[in-house]
């Protein structure tokens, strides 16, 4: 909290669940709230599908640039990963999915490797 600016304080301190977390101590809890209004804007409660589904777009969307420097790029990757996270969002590939990209390789009997 010390590092947060005021209005972000004020928007800490009015979230419903943050005197709980302050009678309890739990400073990931609070760290969490901080988190969520900073990567959301404190629209996450207002309209979440939306903001689910851009924050799934934009990771899914990320390309490094062409001068873009690979430890900058990872940079980005992690920081709209851990958007993505705060969002509540999980990604996977089902299974039928990976062997539908293995049939386009021309794969057709896999492996488990």
Do not use: W
Request: proline share 2%.
């Amino acid at each position: 909290m010390s590092l947060c600016d005021s209005e972000t304080k004020h928007q800490v301190e009015s979230a419903a669940a943050y005197k709980e977390l302050e009678e309890d101590l739990d400073t990931i809890g609070i760290l969490k709230v901080i988190k969520r209004l900073v990567y959301t804007g404190h629209t996450h409660e207002l309209n979440p599908r939306h903001n689910r589904a851009l924050a799934h777009m934009n990771l899914m969307n990320l390309a490094q640039e062409r001068f873009q420097d690979i430890q900058e790029f990872r940079d980005q990757y992690i920081a709209m990963k851990k958007v993505c996270d705060e969002l509540g969002l999980h990604f996977g590939r089902c299974e039928s999915d990976a062997k539908a990209v293995l049939a386009k390789k021309g794969v057709t009997n896999p492996t488990q490797e």
